[in-house]
């Protein structure tokens, strides 16, 4: 992501009383959802995250990106979850 602000938390847990919960709702059939931080997505090629993340059940999936992360040279914290339908 190219986004000058990309960094700035626009939300977080604990800072109030309430929290205001967004949502999207999308159809997942046969598919895979990944979540993932920066220190992922900014430092291993996104043909490597699908092939990781299309190979292995999701624990699995999981352990080979943060790896794949770290053999990056990711300074940024790794936070990875991967999910199938």
Known sequence: MLHPRKNILTQALGLSA????DLDLAELAD???????DGLHDHVPESVIREIVLEDDPGTACRRLIDAARDAASTDNTTVIVARA
């Open 31 to 37: 598919g895979v959802l990944l979540v993932s931080s």
């Open 18 to 21: 309430r929290v205001q919960v």
